[in-house]
């Protein structure tokens, strides 16, 4: 049975995703197209480039890219993602959507005009790092003309793209509401945005054939050290959800 993945934004919490595409091919389903936003966008540019879930984790856990994150002088954000660009290039051999593997649908907000847009034509890396610029964290990305910053501000759950497409679209939404500690600034700015855009995410699910929201109470956006779990509960509730589909 074909599957058209839509995937949230959720910072570390995205590695579910990872774990949710295993299950699936495990299960025997076809992933004929991705869209996603942020941490969604990633996992779904590294899958439609060919990865496996395996390699995709492994890179996870190298931290290698952690050190592509650097800290720059407060103006529009507190770490640039200028370097981030040379890491993917690195990473993935594909340059633009379209020498992808599958379709892939990056969401975007271009943050002058509060438009949100939607990219599965042309360069893949400007639109690509412009969906992971968390605002107040991350300074906008420049793209042609645009200025590109986090796509789930207005829509963290992007479904639209996928809309008419044969198969079922399964969404998988990684932002429980849970209560969390916030300890430094940082902490502050994700859990201010990731409960901001609570409100533009329930709606979408309604537009979803099947809804995956695998079980990260008390799993922070920033746990990276439990990488490793959150990949086995994107895992195990995919399994749960999707053999009935899969019979």
Known sequence: M?????LSGGAIRGVAHIGVIKALEELGFEITSISGVSAG???GAFYCEGYSPEEMLRVVLSKD????????????GLFSLREAERYLRSMLSTRSFEELKKPLYVCALEVRTGRTLYFDKGELFGPLLGSCALPGIFEPVRYQNLFLIDGGITNNLPVEPLLGREGLIVGVDVNPMSEERVNNILQLLLRSFLLAVRSNVEKRKEMCHVVIEPDLYGYSPYSLHRAKDIYRLGYEKTMAIMKAYAK
């Open 65 to 76: 890219w952690l050190k592509f994150l650097r800290p720059k002088i407060p103006k529009l």
């Open 41 to 43: 966008a990633l996992v």
């Open 2 to 6: 074909k599957v058209n993945l839509v």
